[in-house]
């Protein structure tokens, strides 16, 4: 293959270096850092912990689905207030932070081959606004009324009346600033990766010998960027019907037997904005987790990723058509049913580039060398997962099969299957892998391997049966099933099941949380390249990579992210900035 | 070699959970067995496609593990076989979706003897409207919605007069009869679902949505919400009966309508 393999040349430098911000005291280096590096791992750690809180209040949602009339702290208003910050955080606050401001701002420079990101400062900005937007969330637990509890999809009317935790407290107010900030702070960062990927890549980095990891993030923030603005308006014109009294979103509606003063508004309008947001989202949680996912598995399967260009192509196809499908969340919602016959179609077919990744990565199993590593035994949960939770998207996007199932739990088993467990898993993966480049030592292997398989078997024993929960037509967001005729005395007992599998996985989180801790100084020294990499990052001259990453002259690059066991060199790696003086194989097409 | 044992084990789990687990759907009671036939359709398509993937991955995980002296394979593309996997793929996405679609206009198209029955969400209960001898149901605004009126029907129009109002109170249908629900809230979204018809649409204040159906079976039927309508939510349940034809005029003569109603109030604003 011609194209994808190395050509010779390298294009002469366009551009002398331009001199990076050098920090002059503790603060500047530490806490108002503009290394993307720094950066990075504050965003990791503040989604984290705050992440933390989501994985406590599913606790909470589970004790009360598993145990009810157990615990009488978890009124209806509670229950509601649990869920929609759940699933807000982990979404937003977590999903999307850790993979963009997260490995997007470790990773993209290191792979690129770029001294930091191009705009510093505003990189720097970007996570304190970051910041700013998490502590706003939390402050609403802390304000009368508590948070929202209009769920995490903050639908209108309901999210601005008084029926719904909230709705006329700070709650909602607190929720809809919370986001309107991380928008402006994620498009501060945004802006940075696409400019750095575009502009900011070492001589002879191609786009075409990006690692998929880089084009993962990189698709993903552009769609973000082009999804996000959905969002905010969604947000202000939501804000300025319950502060200012307008009717973005408000019909005339008799609330417990009292006219409200609006009118003429439309809810649905506010269900398209979301969602022509929401859909996307999940694609730019999904994505990162595409492109990482591939460099995991060829890295620890010692062999190129399979079908490199059609890889890429996928992503960026995944990444358009995301943006046509939004409405089949909406099937149900009472827009025009004719809609359904268009957006159906779209989103099947999405399915077809997405199962070409699926197969590209099992392809790329196929006659490897797979070392068993952590790394490696998450890519393989995640791709369990995903094509399971991908197949039951064929379900709820297939128009008419969705109308049995929309707003039940099975849309709740898909989703979390799918963009929950899936992309975590490969967050897990990731961090296991790229952690010794970090801090210089390994992850401690044994609890490595004790996280991996209570996390990944406990999280599909709570989500494969739940899908059986929906098909019996228990609803969503019910935080009372007691009276429902449709559920058996059998269907209870597994939902009680399944909240003892989320309690094991979540106490499998905390040892990975000690584990990340005790290893920076206990863990195992790792050299500057343990898994014998090709990719840019691994080849830095210190590990953990100093302020510019990569000393006095910038890697040059002479070949494709993927060259594992190329025939006839020595090594079973040929790192990206290697000459190429082996001869590449040339494989016929 | 624990981890290829693993993957075998959770294929042949999911598919015995499938078949042998006591959670499956309820019995169907209205002609909507194409809804379920589309979903059998789609079990057996994705359910072939997960168990190939996950034992192909086993099977790799087994064959090709790190062994001393392994080498992998050098294979970059391979043209012929991506192109074969996704005319395959699309294949199998197209004989999911050509079947969903003509259900789907099936489900959209309302037959032209469905009966119309007017739904009305609030928070945090269910009420309905059925025409009267004149078959058509009056209009209605959300604005007009007080005590005396609490569907918000339109009291100058002259068909909404004899239409037969269930406030608060089980639905009744007859068997084997198509009707059109015709869904409107006067609040917040609700969603109205009876889980053995299969089908359910939100209902959106400001506007009116519908589905149809034709209940297949008698029996008690329990309604739920399934549109997120703020705390009350679970506990929004309801009642539809469906009765055989004799049951269901008996009860229908039992019920008031609009006008007998808002009787009092006319002869309060005549005085």
Not at chain 1, 474 to 490: A, C, Q, W
Not at chain 2, 225 to 249: I, N
Request: include cysteine; hydrophobic fraction near 50%.
């Amino acid at each position: 293959m011609v194209d994808i393999t190395p050509a010779d040349a390298v294009p002469p430098a366009e551009v002398a270096e331009m001199e990076l911000y050098h920090p002059h005291s503790w603060w500047t280096k530490y806490v108002f850092s503009q290394d993307a590096k720094v950066i990075a791992i504050q965003y990791s750690a503040t989604a984290t912990a705050i992440g933390m809180v989501a994985l406590v209040l599913s606790w909470l949602m589970r004790l009360q689905l598993g145990f009810p009339g157990t615990f009488d702290f978890i009124t209806p208003e509670a229950y509601y207030q649990f869920i929609t910050m759940h699933g807000m955080i982990m979404v937003i606050y977590l999903l999307t932070a850790l993979f963009l401001g997260g490995f997007g701002n470790y990773l993209i420079p290191l792979m690129v081959g770029a001294r930091d990101m191009v705009f510093p400062y505003v990189n720097m900005l970007s996570y304190w606004i970051y910041l700013l937007a998490v502590l706003v969330l939390v402050s609403s637990f802390f304000a009368p009324g508590g948070p929202t509890g209009a769920g995490w999809t903050l639908y209108p009317p309901q999210a601005i009346m008084t029926g719904t935790p909230g709705g006329q407290d700070w709650g909602i107010i607190l929720m809809l600033v919370s986001l309107i900030l991380f928008i402006i702070g994620f498009t501060m960062g945004g802006l940075n990766y696409v400019v750095t990927v575009l502009q900011g890549r070492t001589r002879g980095m191609t786009l075409m010998r990006l690692p998929l990891t880089v084009w993962g993030i990189f698709t993903a923030t552009v769609m973000a960027l082009l999804a996000f603005p959905a969002l905010f308006v969604a947000c202000v014109m939501m804000l300025l019907d319950r502060a200012l009294g307008t009717s973005f979103f408000m019909p005339a509606i008799v609330e417990m037997g009292e006219q409200l003063q609006h009118g003429g508004g439309s809810p649905i309008l506010f269900q398209h904005l979301f969602w022509f947001f929401g859909h996307p989202e999940v694609y730019i949680v999904a994505l990162p987790a595409f492109g990482i996912v591939s460099d995991l598995i060829s890295t620890h399967a010692r062999k190129n990723i399979f079908g490199y260009r059609m890889m890429v192509w996928a992503i960026v196809g995944i990444g358009a058509l995301s943006f046509v499908v939004w409405a089949h969340h909406m099937y149900v919602s009472g827009m025009h049913p004719y809609f359904g016959f268009f957006f159906a179609t779209t989103t099947l077919i999405i399915a077809v580039p997405t199962a070409i990744k699926v197969y590209n990565w099992v392809l790329t199993l196929w006659r490897g060398d797979i070392h068993l590593t952590i790394p490696m035994l998450f890519a393989l949960a995640f791709i369990v997962t995903f094509v399971n939770g991908g197949l039951t998207g064929l379900f709820l996007g297939n128009v008419v099969v969705d109308v049995p199932l929309s707003d039940t739990m099975f849309v709740v088993a898909h989703f979390h299957m799918v963009m929950g467990v899936a992309p975590i898993l490969v967050i897990f993966g990731a961090i296991y892998h790229w952690y010794p480049k970090v801090t210089g030592r390994m992850l401690n292997e044994t609890l490595g391997r004790f996280h991996f398989w209570i996390t990944f078997l406990g999280a599909y024993l709570i989500f494969f049966p739940m899908h059986y929960l929906g098909l019996m037509g228990v609803p969503r967001r019910y935080n009372e099933l007691t009276d429902m005729t449709i559920m058996t005395e059998s269907a209870h007992h597994l939902n009680s099941f399944i909240s003892i599998m989320a309690f094991m996985v979540g106490f499998a989180q905390i040892v990975f949380l000690f584990n990340l801790i005790w290893s920076i100084r206990h863990g195992r020294e790792a050299g500057g390249n343990p898994w014998r990499a090709t990719t840019l990052e691994w080849q830095t001259p210190q590990t953990p990579p100093a302020h510019g990453n990569f000393g006095k002259d910038l890697p040059i690059v002479y070949r494709w992210a993927y060259d594992y066991s190329v025939p006839g060199a020595k090594e079973d790696f040929i790192p990206q900035n290697v000459p190429g003086s082996f001869a590449p194989s040339r494989e016929p097409a | 070699m624990a981890v290829a044992l693993v993957l075998v084990l959770i294929v042949v789990g999911s598919v015995l959970f499938h078949f042998l687990s006591p959670w499956w759907w309820t019995p169907i009671a209205s002609n909507w067995d194409y809804i379920d036939n589309t979903i059998i359709i789609t079990f057996w398509i994705t359910g072939v496609v997960f168990a190939a993937v996950v034992l192909f991955m086993a099977y790799c995980v087994f064959r090709f593990r790190h062994r001393e002296g392994n080498q992998a394979a050098y294979e970059p593309e391979n043209r012929r076989l991506e192109s074969w996997l996704t005319v395959v793929t699309a294949v199998g996405v197209t004989a999911l979706l050509v079947p969903g679609l003509f259900v789907w206009s099936r489900f959209v198209n309302v037959p032209s003897d469905a009966t119309e029955v007017e739904v009305v969400g609030q928070q945090w209960q269910w009420s309905f409207r059925l025409p009267g001898k004149d078959g058509k149901l009056g209009t209605s605004d959300t604005r007009d919605v007080n005590a005396e009126n609490p569907l918000g029907v339109i009291a100058t129009d002259a068909n909404g007069q004899d239409d037969v109002v269930v406030e608060a109170a089980d639905l009744h249908l007859p068997v084997g009869k198509p009707v059109k629900m015709l869904l409107r809230s006067i609040d917040v979204l609700h969603d109205f679902y009876v889980p053995e018809f299969r089908a359910k649409m939100d209902m959106i204040p400001g506007s009116v949505t519908y589905f149809w159906f034709t209940p297949t079976k008698t029996g008690t039927f329990q309604v739920l919400c399934a549109e997120l309508c703020g705390q009350g939510h679970p506990m929004m349940h309801g009642v539809v009966m469906v009765d055989t034809q004799e049951d269901y005029l008996a009860w229908l003569g039992q019920q008031q309508t609009f006008a007998q109603l808002s009787a009092p109030q006319q002869m309060g604003s005549a005085e």
